[in-house]
């Protein structure tokens, strides 16, 4: 399984950004789609995770300006970026957790672990 983000970019502050994460694989279901983020020095933090059911869960710092979302038949997650700061440059990393798979054998897979994207740099100027 392979994760792959786009959507980052130059922004002015005030602007806005969409990203999206596509998976690649046999991919039947997944728990719990996310998306992290890195600033230079900092440790990776939370963004926002969408659960299968469609349970979101925002940091703090992020709800009213950031909106996750999921697309279940394409294995697809989104983040919708708006009013954006300068201190929301970052990488940022979407993140699968828990899926069910098939093999090339037919079996379902379900397991409880994570797949990260490469990440996508968004720079917020001022």
């Known amino acids: 399984v392979q994760l792959q983000a786009s959507g980052g970019g130059l922004v002015q502050a005030g602007g806005s950004l969409r990203l999206s994460c596509a998976a690649s694989g046999r991919i039947l279901r997944v728990d719990r789609m996310g998306w992290y983020r890195q600033a230079p020095g900092k440790e990776r933090e939370l963004v926002a995770t969408v659960t299968d059911g469609g349970s979101t869960n925002y940091a703090d710092s992020l709800k009213g300006r950031f909106t996750i979302s999921r697309d279940n038949a394409k294995n697809t997650v989104s983040l919708q970026m708006n009013s954006l700061k300068p201190d929301d440059t970052a990488v940022y990393y979407c993140?699968?957790?828990?899926?069910?798979?098939?093999?090339?054998?037919?079996?379902?897979?379900?397991?409880?672990?994570?797949?990260w994207g490469k990440g996508t740099l968004v720079t917020v100027s001022s």
């Open positions: 993140n699968f957790h828990g899926l069910t798979t098939q093999s090339a054998l037919g079996e379902l897979v379900v397991d409880g672990m994570d797949y």
